[in-house]
């Protein structure tokens, strides 16, 4: 059981907007930047948002990230059938139990 | 562009030792304000993370896992390495090595993994 709290699962057309939610606690969210990972099938987990809301060279604008209190929330509009993957949220945790932690992940499923 | 590739075991017994190293290319393996990271995932599970370790030398172990986890560097062979002591079937997973790329101002608790290994799949059996 993850500190992380992320739906199981989020569904949308393509073309469509989907927002995937990750909620926790103000040792971590609350105090921390966040971070947020497409993983497709078989492949490693690729980093698309750091520091809440930047992205990477080569990500496309269509991947959004904002955080507020604690929680943050990843959003993909345009949706496209490459999207389908899971999604993970990271951020580090201030806690007695300090260290780095991932949502528990959002499969993503392109209708 | 850096590139990490992890090797090591793709099966260990029970209570016994495991042993993986990550190599990196395109970049160099010691620099200021940078950490080493290794993360894993057991089949059809979530992310877990690891532990990580700082250019300082420090290193930051995953509660749950920290009595039995190390990590260290080899900057002479380009290596960083990943013990995880006394393991079960529960430590059966895909473990991967991460960094965040160079050039910046940064520090473990950012979780930034830009560079990802491919994977490598340790087997916990008898």
């Known amino acids: 059981q993850s500190v992380l709290t992320q739906p199981p699962s989020v569904s949308a057309a393509p073309g469509q907007k989907v927002t995937i939610s990750c909620s926790g606690s103000?040792?971590?969210?609350?105090?921390?930047?966040v971070s947020w990972y497409q993983q497709l099938p078989g492949t490693a987990p690729k980093l698309l948002i750091y520091?809440?809301?930047k992205r990477p060279s080569g990500i496309p604008d269509r991947f959004s990230g904002s955080k507020s209190g604690t929680s943050a929330t990843l959003d993909i509009t345009g949706l496209q059938t490459g999207d389908e993957a899971d999604y993970y949220c990271?951020?580090?945790?201030?806690?007695?139990?300090?260290?780095?932690?991932f949502g528990g992940g959002t499969k993503l499923t392109v209708l | 562009q850096l590139q990490l590739q992890e090797s090591g075991p793709g099966l260990v017994k029970p209570s016994e030792t495991l042993s993986l190293t990550c190599t990196v290319s395109?970049?160099?393996?010691?620099?200021?304000?940078?950490?080493w990271g290794w993360i894993r995932q057991p089949p059809g599970k979530g992310l877990e993370w690891i532990g990580s370790?700082?250019?300082?030398?420090?290193?930051y172990y995953n509660p749950s896992l920290k009595s039995r986890v190390t990590i260290s560097l080899d900057t002479s062979k380009k290596q960083f390495s990943l013990k995880l002591r006394s393991v079960t079937a529960a430590d059966t997973a895909v473990y991967y090595c991460?960094?965040?790329?160079?050039?910046?101002?940064?520090?473990?608790?950012?979780?930034?993994?830009?560079?990802w290994g491919q994977g490598t799949l340790v087997t916990v059996s008898s």
């Open positions: 990271g951020t580090w945790d201030n806690s007695l139990s300090a260290g780095g932690v």
């Open positions: 370790l700082y250019y300082t030398g420090s290193t």
């Open positions: 395109g970049g160099s393996i010691s620099s200021s304000s940078y950490y």
């Open positions: 991460a960094s965040p790329p160079r050039g910046i101002v940064i520090v473990p608790a950012a979780m930034r993994f830009d560079y």
């Open positions: 520091d809440n809301n």
């Open positions: 103000s040792s971590n969210i609350g105090n921390n930047y």
